[in-house]
């Protein structure tokens, strides 16, 4: 019996020895971005000086609440884009990140607070994306570097992020590629195909593509830039920056249709569907260039939330 009341006086005193424990911080106090790591940031363009305002997460973990506010720094971090840039890349300098320029954004303030009873703080990213050419890829990079309270550390492998900046607006996206490419100088030949294209922003009714099926990540794919123009008119009017393809319209139209999910009937889709027409040559080998012409249909869907503000959509984490 003697042994039976010690083995219950025991669990008695290890019972309140573990209640006091949820009155203390099981886990250290850290604080770091919501997500680490390449992310992707996307930014409703703004011409004429317009500026979009993206809040930057900073979060806090731990297992008590939050008492005190906690003051958080930020700081450019140069070293390791440069290092991603190496990793991912190697030798392919042409597909590196670049770093946004300082033209294209500013941060209202380095630092921002983690108020009392909360767990999470935003800095206010200011962005004005006007002439940016997106031929390239853009990252922001920024890492924490201190914090007001000595006994809250830096998250280690969340306490950076490279903000890829990818501005967006109502044409810009992932095209199904629906159009075919024949080589004009051949009579009798299959069609060529890619399933996808990407349009990236050039203006509010602007995009531009890569021609044909030039692959995206192509060492000359500069080259074959097409610029395409949405009009009020329903035309879509083509360009090339690059005179040496020869590019040249036949046509270009576009149609706009949306309806409501099916089965969610609170997302609207919204569908783009340019009908293009147009020559170019492929000049990997300028002495033998080969005369291309792209026909058919490029379609883009855009899902939106109706339960959501438009502001609120227009800048996401991913």
Known sequence: MKKIHLIILSGLLLGLGCAKEW???????????????????YAQYKSQGGVVTVKVPVVLSGSTGNKEDIEVTIAIDKDTLENLNFERFRLRQDLYFHELPETYYSFKSMTTTIPAGSSQGYLDLELKLEGLDLIDKYILPVKIVSTSKNNVSKR????????????????SGRYSNAGLIWNRDVSSQPALTIPYRNGWVVDEHTVFFFAGNIDEEAYDRKKYKIIASLNSDSTVTLSAPDASINFVQQKGTYSISKRKDEVQPYL???????NLEYWYSDITNPAFPINYRFVGPMTLERVRNTQIPDEDQQVRFE
């Open 23 to 41: 009155t203390r911080e099981l886990y250290v106090k850290e604080v770091s971005f919501a997500k680490s790591g390449v992310v992707s940031v």
């Open 156 to 171: 280690r492998w969340f306490s950076k992020s490279l903000m890829r900046i990818i501005p967006f607006n109502d044409y």
């Open 268 to 274: 609207e889709k919204t569908y783009i569907t340019m």
